[in-house]
């Protein structure tokens, strides 16, 4: 099993910056991908970005330009850094690590981190 840990979340203006981390533990060995999600009060939980272990990375659209995700593939850890934050970006941040076991794509999840952008 993996175990993720999610950390840096909390209340900011808008504008502002947050980063939060993401250390990963356990049967990290396999981990081809690292993401975060999140979810909405009554919405469905959705992508934000991902980084695969060669550094390739993809965004949803809302947070292009704005957000930048990274891995250090040394220390099994995934960040996400959110610059000009807006009301919208408010949810529950969840980290995602993906695992190929046996040919089979398995997910992981962290426990999730809130995030809050208010005046």
């Known amino acids: 099993q993996v175990q993720l840990v999610e950390s840096g979340g909390g209340l900011v203006q808008p504008g502002g910056s947050l980063r939060l981390s993401c250390a990963a533990s356990?049967?990290?060995?396999?981990?081809?991908?690292m993401g975060w999600y999140r979810q909405a009060p009554g919405e469905q939980r959705e992508l934000v970005a991902v980084v695969t272990t060669g550094g390739w990375t993809t965004y949803a659209d809302p947070v292009k330009g704005r957000f930048t995700i990274s891995k250090d593939n040394a220390k099994n850890m995934a960040y996400l850094q959110m610059n000009s934050l807006k009301p919208e970006d408010t949810a529950v941040y969840y980290c995602?690590?993906?695992?190929?076991?046996?040919?089979?794509?398995?997910?992981?999840w962290g426990q999730g981190t809130q995030v809050t952008v208010s005046s």
């Open positions: 995602n690590a993906k695992r190929l076991i046996l040919g089979k794509q398995v997910d992981h």
């Open positions: 356990g049967s990290v060995f396999g981990i081809n991908a």
